[in-house]
């Protein structure tokens, strides 16, 4: 049977499952009673206007605004959508969580989070944590992982030649020519590209970004204004039940930094916050998920927990320090259900 054709009988068992409750019940039988101390940690980005993915993270961190609602909508239906911070002290604590607990965080402070995420979390009176960068909020910076993004995307070249690009040859995947020719090989270019950038020296990134303009023809941006939210926007949900977390000053890979530079982006973030909302932040998100046990300390120093990009589901024995996440992009509503009932499998491994 042709990769296609599987694909295609994968997606309808799934949402056979769904539709008929099964993959509940499946995910009910095989924990037994673990869900008392079992906590999932959904992960967005972007929330999206329309029916296809953000202008600067298209596809692969995104969620379309419709897709949102129907999917919040099913977690207050069928979980205990909870508070990140007393998640994670119960857990700490051993004590006993709502059944089956969830938590929803959302990184890097976009806009479009405000826009069409905060109204739906208010209306239904859920809670959320939102981890900010702050040196980015209310800013028209463009993030190198944008301007990768939407270069690759935007392209008219039907491949990239990455030879010559020394800052990408350290990692095998990014080394290879990219055929671009449809979007499902884009997608698979721009996720070995930021792969291999994220773990870059930050002096690497313009040389390369703009080695890679003139390479698909495509322009850098000066700017992008309305692409972050402003501390009006934040204080505004601090005010109505949303958790803002710090994420770092300028959203580096910390793993890279040295323990000065490690403080100065950790502790600088929480500073920053506690003066523009009038409260510090008590959780922190590594920038990609990566930290180095500097960073961790630091972190343990100054915040009550933190998130990682480890996937899967959190249990007594979570690190606090290191808690585990499921990243969401573009899964329709039976995709979040089988990921929920069966956050260790190999679907919730495969999200970006």
């Not at 499946?26 to 869900?35: M, N, P, Q």
């Not at 909870?82 to 959302?106: K, M, Q, S």
């Not at 976009?110 to 859920?126: M, N």
């Not at 270019?189 to 023809?217: C, F, I, T, Y």
Request: proline residues 6%; aromatic residues 8%.
């Amino acid at each position: 049977m042709q990769p296609l054709a599987i694909q295609t009988v994968k997606r309808a068992l799934k949402w056979s499952l769904w539709r008929s409750g099964l993959v509940r019940a499946l995910a009910r039988a095989g924990r037994g009673g673990s869900e008392a101390q079992r906590l999932i940690i959904l992960n967005y980005h972007h929330v999206s206007a329309g029916p296809g993915g953000p202008a600067d993270t298209p596809f692969e961190t995104g969620v379309a605004a419709r897709e949102f609602q129907q999917q919040v909508r099913y977690l207050a239906a069928h979980h205990s959508v909870v508070d990140l911070a007393e998640a994670a002290r119960r857990l700490a604590a051993g004590e006993a969580l709502p059944r089956p607990a969830v938590c929803l965080t959302f990184d890097d402070g976009y806009a479009d989070v405000y826009q069409h995420a905060y109204p739906v979390l208010r209306r239904l009176g859920l809670p959320a944590t939102v981890f900010v960068s702050t040196a980015y909020v209310g800013s028209d910076h463009v993030p190198w992982w944008a301007h990768l993004s939407r270069m690759v995307m935007k392209t008219d070249r039907e491949e990239l030649d990455t030879a010559g690009l020394e800052a990408l040859q350290a990692d095998a995947a990014a080394r290879q020519p990219f055929a671009l020719g449809t979007r499902s090989q884009r997608l698979k270019a721009l996720a070995a590209l930021n792969e291999a950038m994220k773990h870059m020296p930050e002096a690497g990134h313009d040389p390369v970004l703009q080695a890679l303009s003139r390479r698909l023809g495509v322009p850098l941006l000066e700017g992008q204004p309305g692409v972050w939210m402003g501390w009006e926007h934040l204080a505004e949900m601090a005010r109505h039940g949303i958790t803002i977390g710090a994420h770092t000053v300028r959203h580096p890979n910390v793993a890279l930094l040295g323990p000065d530079e490690q403080r100065a982006e950790i502790v600088g973030s929480k500073q920053r916050i506690a003066e523009a909302i009038g409260e510090p932040p008590r959780l922190f998100a590594y920038p990609f998920g990566l930290f180095d046990a500097s960073a961790r300390g630091i972190v343990a120093e100054h915040f009550a927990a933190a998130c990682s990009s480890e996937r899967g589901a959190n249990g007594a024995d979570a690190d606090p320090y290191a808690l585990r996440r499921i990243s969401l992009g573009w899964q329709r509503l039976w995709d979040l259900a089988f990921l929920l009932a069966f956050p260790d499998g190999p679907a919730a491994r495969r999200v970006a």
